[in-house]
């Protein structure tokens, strides 16, 4: 199996990638803001807690985001492995990530794939993302704002973290999309 922390600030096109490696590989995606977003529509219990965050920007706690993900990574699958999108984004998730995949699958993380992009492309970005995507978090340059000092006051920390095991790649996150899945592609062929 192969497992992906695919890492980068809001914006920074983790899920766009996140489809372009999963075809190539034969990866299943586990996306923490997906999951949360369809538990929003469908207005759960889980929904209705995470949305009082999301709203704001912030971070939804960590415990409650571990348990969802757990769940996902307990049904049933025939995948060559996981690509991890918007999880770990706390130091606290990124310890409990590796036990439970050692716990639920018997593996460990492989690499951690960073996607580096300007603060000022991503506001840009996200703002043209939410004249379309329907997402509140997306429509307002504060709530914005505070997404990004969300993710350097507790996701950039998770980066040392990977660099300190060996498993940190950065690669340019500005670009053409089909480019820059060639550069990630490239780095997945390089531990496969
Ligand atoms: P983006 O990559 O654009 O930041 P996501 O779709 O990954 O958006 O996440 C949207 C929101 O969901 C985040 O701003 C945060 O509030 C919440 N969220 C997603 N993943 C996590 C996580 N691992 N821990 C805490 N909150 C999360």
Excluded: H, W
Excluded at 163 to 182: A, H, M, P, R, W
């Amino acid at each position: 199996m192969i497992n992906i922390v695919l890492f980068g600030p809001p914006g920074s096109g983790k899920g766009t990638q996140a489809q372009n490696l999963i075809e190539k590989f034969n990866l299943k995606q586990v996306s923490t803001g997906d999951l949360f977003r369809f538990n929003m529509k469908n207005d759960t219990e889980l929904g209705k807690l995470a949305k009082s965050y999301i709203d704001k920007g912030e971070l939804v706690p960590d415990q409650v985001t571990t348990d969802m993900l757990i769940d996902e990574l307990r049904k049933p699958t025939d995948t060559n492995g996981f690509i991890f999108d918007g999880y770990p984004r706390t130091v606290a998730q990124t310890e409990a990530l590796e036990r439970i995949v050692k716990e639920e699958l018997n593996d460990k993380i492989d690499i951690c794939l960073s996607l580096i992009v300007d603060d000022q492309i991503l506001v840009e970005r996200l703002l043209k993302r939410g004249e379309t995507s329907g997402r509140t978090d997306d429509s307002n340059e504060e709530i914005i704002q505070n997404r990004i000092k969300e993710y350097y006051a507790k996701t950039a920390e998770v980066a040392e973290l990977y660099k300190q095991q060996g498993k940190y790649i950065e690669v340019n996150g500005v670009g053409g999309i089909d480019e820059i899945s060639e550069k990630l592609f490239a780095e997945v062929e390089k531990i496969k």
